[in-house]
């Protein structure tokens, strides 16, 4: 554990280090990106924290959406013939 704490101050010592208002920039734009984070932007200061987890919140509603998806499409690839024209064109959307 302290060899990462060495590491990590020596990192942060460093031309890379980025600084507080570099931060608060990146925070805004993520919260410009983010549909629940749209709603609180008119509150001029709003703690990175909260959009971090609004963010960990909208990519995990994404990946469920991602498996809904892939689990209703297997559904409809499985009630689909294997050479119709249907099956083709959702293959096609695969490559």
């Known amino acids: 554990m302290s060899n990462r704490r060495t590491r990590g101050s020596r990192q942060s010592s460093g031309a890379s280090r980025i600084s507080d208002d570099q931060i608060a920039d990146l925070v805004s734009k993520l919260q410009l990106l983010i549909p629940e984070s749209r ?3 008119s509150s001029n200061k709003v703690e990175a924290s909260k959009v971090l987890q609004e963010t960990c919140n909208y990519i995990r509603s994404l990946h469920r959406e991602v498996e809904d998806l892939s ?3 297997s559904v409809l690839l499985e009630s689909t013939e294997s050479d119709s ?11």
Do not use: K, P, V
Not at 88 to 95: G, N, Q, Y
């Open 71 to 73: 689990d209703r499409l």
């Open 39 to 41: 709603s609180t932007r």
């Open 85 to 95: 024209a249907q099956a083709a064109i959702i293959r096609s959307l695969f490559m």
